[in-house]
């Protein structure tokens, strides 16, 4: 590797590329690549944008270049084109001069004059001929695959699963910047006096309109605050600080989080409790423990206990109905996170799902022998998709007949209702991530 300082455009040409050679995860490998080269305010912001609208846009981008390209190209040339035909379509501030000029400098780095001449080549054609019209594709289910980047397969699911006119506007709503929510931490501070700490740091943040312990950043980065340091609040989305609300938590109780890395919920849950009772979290990777403990410790939660195993034989360690709320936060397919995660869609299939779906069924079935009469299990998920939401809810209200349906416990500004004991939340309802939540309550006093 050369030893020049990477600038905005190599770097996410990096990124882009590891997403697609090892099925690297694009956020995790934005924040890495934000604190190796030291990109800071505008840098950070343009690598963040073009990383993630490039990754958002693929299969549009391919689709623009299509007529241009007359050959088979080199894949890192490919993804070259596709992040200067992003910046000259949908970034407005930067002149395609400029944008022209740094792909071919990057492609004279990379390969050789005539991979540069190729790549100048192609975007002189499309700044002076344009972009193919969308219109020219006449099936309405291909042509909003195209046009918002989901793979056609996911898009006639959604449209069976939920109408043309819904599945629209979900997926226009995943190519939206997500807004950086976080949740005060109730036993160190109250939400004003956190927006006052932020504010006094430079950071813009307002109240959420209907979670009582939400802020939403309007300017600023929440996580690199003093005042996150100091445990003030954790980053997460509004949809996934609802899962709580569905436990009816109360002090003392002992509660169970069967699928607990990052440690999100399971701090929630230790939060409301307000350092009372006993949150035991579980997870299947030994070193995703410390993901956990480490925002326990910065938060200065005193109730929770973290353990290495996998929830499906959790019966073997763990004494039959002794926990008072069992969370199972499923692993699932993610399909309600891709503006955060936009890779996400095209590397899942119809085959992910429905074996995520025996997953989901298998750890519901082994943790409920642990929830004492009278007590909740709440499922969630942090997808959109019926087959592992309410088929999975279902399925699992059949089995157990020692179960019952419990009405959810939401906050009164919360407007969305499915029906009694499940919530669906889609990106659009209120820009937080696709969600599922559904309770069961235990037969028995």
Known sequence: MSKHKKNVREAA????????????????????????????????ALLTEISYGTIQRKMTLDYYLAPFLKKKVEHWVRLLLRISVYQMVFLDKIPDRAVIHEAVEIAKKRGHKGIAGLVNGVLRSVQREGIPSLEEIKDPAARLSIETSHP?????????????????????????????????????????????????????????????????????????????KEGLFTIQDESSMLVAYALELEPDLRVLDACAAPGGKTTHIAEILDNTGQVTALDLHPHKLKLIMDQVDRLHLENVEAKSMDSRRAGEVFEAESFDRVLVDAPCSGLGVLRRKPDIKYSKTKEDIYALKSVQMDILHETSKLVKKGGLLVFSTCTVDKEENVETAASFLEQHPEFEPNVLQMPEALTLKDDEFS?????????????????????GS
């Open 13 to 44: 040409l990096d990124i882009i590329e590891a997403v697609e050679k090892n099925q690297s995860y694009s956020n995790l490998l934005l924040n890495e690549t934000i604190k190796k080269h030291q990109f800071s305010g505008p840098d950070a």
């Open 423 to 443: 919530l669906q939340i889609f990106p659009q309802d209120f820009g937080g991530d696709g969600f599922f939540i559904a309770s069961f309550r235990k037969k």
């Open 152 to 228: 056609e397969w996911l898009i006639k699911r959604w449209i069976s699963q939920y109408g043309f006119e819904h599945t629209q506007k979900m997926c226009e709503e995943n190519l939206l910047a997500p807004v950086q929510t976080a949740r005060v931490n109730g036993t160190r501070a109250h939400r004003d006096q956190v927006i006052k700490r932020l504010e006094d740091e430079g950071i813009t943040a307002i109240p959420s309109p209907f979670l009582p312990t939400a802020i939403r950043a309007v300017e600023g980065n929440l996580a690199r605050s003093k005042a996150y």
